[in-house]
């Protein structure tokens, strides 16, 4: 009878313990305490600092930087300061690691991580931010972390990338490039600098090392690993420039060229229908094309996105579609275990459909509008 209340006892402290280690874990925004997080590409590690310092400990902590030490405290007046309140507090560090080859790196190679997250990459100042030449360089950067990264990730890990959202910086196209590499998009949330406290950013490169460069708007990307992917971005992304097609297994299929508005909605972060009858020549039309119930149910979740959000001007309409059909896809494939990649394809063949009616109906109405 002792050995029966002594387990019990023990028992029950073992899931008191449980209960105060889970009450002792901390959040900072998407981050907690108990996470196993790896940042790459940082400046003077004010960011690796500010979640340590609201963690109370950096032991979960792996910081790197392209640069060597040396070079770091050549660029930025703090970081030595940075670098060892991150050590006193238990952080480790890595110099010298490049994030487009960093999973063959000594110290990395065997480690996996919960959070891997790179701060507003950049290649580099060789030229204008608009110029093809530069936005391919950035390119190459991301998708280089990207390919090594996915293969960096726990269970249920997440890739996370701080990025600008406006002109040119959305032409990087970071969910065309995460799709390559088997990831997933699965939540865009807006970036605020404040929400990590003493959080510094820098440019980087040349005279100006240490100076912040303005954020403007920007968000966090949050990609997971994902098998389907790499097959689904050759159907959701046909090239930077061409238009959009839709294309089944082995069949091609009519290209329908994006249209072209003749006006700029002037309401921003405002919802399309509410103000849809007060544009001149819009003109609210019958659903000419059904969709099958599932079809129906999937689309009407994740366009309602693109639909309150469509003819804004803060808004770029492009990215948003391709946002909302890899967000389709992630939920698509995680509601039922075993589904395929066809029947996405189905789905998006008969919301096709519906769009060519759409668009149709919409060119009859400007041409009407016109005449008149």
Known sequence: MAI??????????????????????????????????????EGDFSFSLSLADSFGSASNILATSLDSYDMLIEKYKQVKLN?????????????????????????????????????????????????????????RVVHGFFRNASGMLRANGEIHVNHKTTTPFNRWN????????????????????????????????GPKSDDPFPLGECSTYKFVFSPHAKKMSKVLWS?????????????????????????????PRTNFPVYANYILGY?????????????????????????ETFGRNDCDVYNSVHEALNLGFATYMAEAPGRDLNGYVILLEELHRASVSRLAWLERMLVSDHQW
Not at 186 to 197: G, Q
Request: aromatic share 10%; net charge negative; charged share 30%.
């Open 174 to 205: 970071l969910e065309k490039l995460a799709s390559q590499t088997s990831l997933a998009l699965t939540e865009r949330v807006e970036f605020k600098a404040e929400d990590y406290p003493g959080y510094s950013n820098k440019r980087g490169a």
């Open 283 to 307: 003109v609210d039309s019958p659903q000419t094309v059904c969709l099958r119930n599932d079809c129906s149910r999937i689309f009407q979740r994740y366009f309602s996105h693109v639909r």
């Open 4 to 41: 029966g209340i002594e387990y019990d006892v023990a028992k029950y402290t073992g899931e008191e313990e449980e209960e105060e280690e889970e009450e002792r874990e901390i959040w900072v925004k998407h981050y907690c305490s108990s996470h196993q997080i790896l940042l790459v590409g």
């Open 83 to 139: 670098l060892e309140k991150l050590k006193l507090l238990g952080a480790s560090i890595l110099h010298e690691v490049d994030a487009t080859n960093m999973k063959l790196h000594t110290d990395l190679k065997m480690r996996k991580f919960d959070r891997i997250i790179f701060n507003f990459p950049h290649a580099g100042f060789h030229g204008k931010e608009d110029s093809i030449h530069l936005i391919k360089k950035h390119r």
């Open 239 to 267: 090239s930077d420039t061409a238009p959009i097609t839709f294309q089944e297994l082995g069949t091609p299929i009519d290209t329908v060229r994006l249209p072209i508005i003749p006006y700029e909605f002037g309401q």
